[in-house]
């Protein structure tokens, strides 16, 4: 493996996708308004309510969905201790609930560079002049392959540090100090996030021998949005709570998934089968 | 002469089609090979499996003394492939373009800027090397192809179809090239065209290439000689024969075949020893001879007599 050679293949799919600005633009964005405005909007609107003597009270009660939550979970009930209505809001909306949002980025991102990478590549007919050059398949796949990694997980670390400076200011007024992150984000953000980052290259790669172009591509492997979905609805019913060590059950069987997938995706990524399409 | 490609019996099937059907032949250190043949004929395969991109289904190659399916990689560092289409990263700026490939050449990191510079000068690019290859001409996206394949002096050359869709100027610019990179600086040039004007004029020997199979292969002399046997030659007359002059030539021994039109006489004959007696029997019946000449079949009716005799 020559580190020239990787990076020079990751640069340069990077330096592809920049042109498409139809497809990182919208990833960019989405994100920012998950990122600022959600949280901003979720910390300051209840002060709006408070503004009109609109009661809270549901949030710390015993019955109703987040009594209902904070007994099935006992770990989020430890964490609400002492906290009055207001701080519970914040710090269960922004501190737990909004968390796996923060998971579509990898995902988003590797997918979308992924796809312009293997298969945008393809689709350009540019593949032919590559194989043709000294790089190695592995140095073909792994260039690739961290063209999406790297930056995907790089963005979604970028955008935690946002998340945080913005959930901490908005909410200081009514939590008085710096609250986030709660323990649970570091796994979520250090073990799990990069899980998603691979699994978004490893899909892809995948289903990059059977489909055509980067919107097929795209679109297919974007779909696994729907699994940071799942995470996000099964957090807010209750179902799944992703604490410390359920991120960490829930990041190692990912990289199992990753692993399992990448195996076969290297497999077919040969320069034969680049060219002949089979 | 040093063989700088040898091959035998060299295979390779896609499902049921034999694309490379058992080719044999050696190309040998600074000639422009040609390698001739219809759309389909395996050309661009043969290319593939040279430079180790394809696996042989079967058979041997050597280039440059190494194995293509076993040290693909090793050998790509010393070869240049046009390929067929430019296939350039239009979304990228020309310099761009060559900086990336040179690097995956492994052009040393202190070399590459320079060498770039030179090469898109040498391929009057350097005013557009800041622009994207998408806005290119056709003849400029294969300059800068041809620059890519020449970035990292590889000492064998491999070019499909070069001059494929460029105007006449755009090809003569390259086919000069392509002399000059033969003829001063020794580069062993493998040339896949069905341009056979082209051919002609830069290729030291051909092979003919038809659906998988390889028909023939050598000098045109040799291709020729062994197509029709002995040579040619073109009698021209003054003035139109009073008499049929052609009969008579027919009946000399070692006269294979008189082709006849008005003005002229084109003899094929099984040595030179024969051409005297050609011109005397010409001259007893009373021809005025304006000159004898010595013809070259053009490489166009040689292709045409090699596929018509490969017919079943
Ligand atoms: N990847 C592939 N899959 C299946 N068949 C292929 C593939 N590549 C080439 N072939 C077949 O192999 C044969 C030779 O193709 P090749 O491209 O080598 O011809 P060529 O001489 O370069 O033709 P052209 O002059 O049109 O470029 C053709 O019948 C073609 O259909
Ligand atoms: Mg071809």
Same mark, same amino acid.
């Given at each position: ?5 990787? =990076? ?9 996708? &920049?042109?498409? &600005? ?22 300051? +609107?209840?002060?709006?309510? &408070?503004? @009109? @003597? ?11 969905? +987040? ?19 207001? /701080?519970?809001?914040?710090? =269960? ?18 997918? +979308? ?59 200081? &007024?009514?939590?008085?100090? +710096? ?24 899909? @892809? ?7 055509? @172009?980067?919107?097929?591509?795209? /679109? ?10 799942? =995470? ?47 | 002469m040093?063989p700088?490609?040898?091959v035998?019996a ?11 059907d058992g080719v044999t032949f050696q190309v040998y250190?600074?000639e422009v090979f040609g390698l001739l043949g219809p759309n389909g004929a395996g050309k661009?395969?043969? %290319? ?18 190494? *194995? ?42 202190? *070399?590459?800027?320079?060498? %770039? ?15 994207? %290859? ?25 070019? *499909? ?7 006449p100027?755009?090809?003569?610019? %390259?086919t *000069?090239?392509?002399r000059?990179?033969s003829h ?7 040339l896949c065209t069905h341009n056979l004007p082209e051919a002609q004029h830069l290729c030291d020997r051909v092979a003919v290439m038809d659906r998988g199979r390889l028909l023939a292969i050598g000098t045109l002399e040799e291709l020729s000689r062994s197509l029709w046997g002995g040579f040619q030659v073109e009698v021209d007359f003054l003035e139109p024969p009073a008499v049929p002059v052609a009969d008579a030539l027919r009946l000399l021994p070692d006269v294979t075949d008189v082709r006849s039109e008005p003005l002229r006489l084109t003899v094929r004959v099984t040595g030179e020893a024969t051409i005297p007696a050609v011109v005397e029997a010409l001259v007893r019946q009373g021809a005025r001879i304006l000159r004898v000449s010595p013809r070259q079949p053009s490489l166009e009716e040689i292709y045409f007599e090699i596929r018509k005799e490969a017919q079943p």
């Amino acid at each position: 493996m020559n580190g020239r050679t990787l =990076l020079t293949i990751a640069v340069k799919d990077l330096k592809e996708v &920049r042109q498409n &600005r139809a497809a990182w633009i919208p990833a960019l964005v989405v994100p920012l308004v998950v990122v600022v405005l959600l949280p901003v909007g979720l910390i300051l +609107i209840p002060g709006l309510f &408070r503004a @009109t @003597t609109i009661s809270m009270t549901p949030l710390s009660a015993d019955s109703g969905p +987040i009594g209902m939550m904070r007994e099935r979970v006992p770990a989020l009930d430890r964490a609400l201790v002492g906290l009055d209505e207001y /701080q519970t809001w914040v710090v =269960l909306m922004t501190g737990y609930l909004l968390a796996p949002f923060l998971l579509i980025f990898p995902l988003m991102f590797s997918t +979308i560079v992924a796809s312009e990478s293997f298969v945008g590549e393809k689709e350009r007919k540019t593949l032919e002049a590559l194989v043709y050059t000294p790089a190695s398949d592995g140095e073909l796949f792994l260039g690739k392959a961290l063209a999406a990694f790297v930056p995907a997980v790089l963005l979604t670390w970028t955008s935690f540090l946002v998340y945080g400076v913005a959930v901490n200011a908005a909410g200081w &007024r009514v939590m008085g100090r +710096i609250w986030f992150p709660p323990a649970s984000w570091w796994p979520l953000m250090l073990w799990v996030a990069p899980a998603f980052a691979a699994l978004g290259v490893a899909v @892809t790669v995948l289903i990059s021998t059977r489909v055509r @172009t980067f919107m097929e591509a795209y /679109q297919i492997s974007g779909s696994l949005v729907l699994l940071v979905l799942m =995470l996000v609805l099964g957090q807010v019913t209750g179902v799944l709570y992703l604490s410390a060590g359920m991120a960490l059950s829930v990041g190692l069987a990912l990289w199992l998934v990753d692993a399992l997938l990448l195996y076969f995706g290297i497999r077919t990524f040969r320069r034969e089968a680049l060219l002949v399409g089979g | 002469m040093v063989p700088v490609i040898e091959v035998e019996a060299l295979t390779r099937s896609f499902g049921p089609i034999r694309a490379v059907d058992g080719v044999t032949f050696q190309v040998y250190e600074g000639e422009v090979f040609g390698l001739l043949g219809p759309n389909g004929a395996g050309k661009t395969t043969t %290319v593939r499996l040279l430079n180790g991109v394809l696996k042989a289904s079967g058979g041997r190659a050597r280039v440059l003394g190494i *194995d293509p399916a076993a040290d693909g990689c090793a050998l790509r560092r010393r070869t240049g492939v046009l390929t067929e289409t430019p296939s350039l990263y239009e979304r990228l700026t020309a310099r761009e373009n060559l900086l990336l490939f040179g690097a995956l050449y492994g052009i040393p990191e202190a *070399d590459l800027p320079r060498r %770039v510079d030179r090469m898109l000068e040498w391929f009057e690019l350097a005013e557009r090397a800041e622009d994207r %290859v998408g806005n290119f001409s056709k003849g400029m996206k294969q300059r800068l192809a041809l620059a890519r394949a020449l970035l990292h002096e590889p000492p064998l050359l491999f070019l *499909d179809e070069p001059t494929a869709g460029l105007d006449p100027e755009a090809a003569r610019q %390259v086919t *000069d090239l392509i002399r000059q990179l033969s003829h001063q600086e020794g580069r062993t040039v493998f040339l896949c065209t069905h341009n056979l004007p082209e051919a002609q004029h830069l290729c030291d020997r051909v092979a003919v290439m038809d659906r998988g199979r390889l028909l023939a292969i050598g000098t045109l002399e040799e291709l020729s000689r062994s197509l029709w046997g002995g040579f040619q030659v073109e009698v021209d007359f003054l003035e139109p024969p009073a008499v049929p002059v052609a009969d008579a030539l027919r009946l000399l021994p070692d006269v294979t075949d008189v082709r006849s039109e008005p003005l002229r006489l084109t003899v094929r004959v099984t040595g030179e020893a024969t051409i005297p007696a050609v011109v005397e029997a010409l001259v007893r019946q009373g021809a005025r001879i304006l000159r004898v000449s010595p013809r070259q079949p053009s490489l166009e009716e040689i292709y045409f007599e090699i596929r018509k005799e490969a017919q079943p």
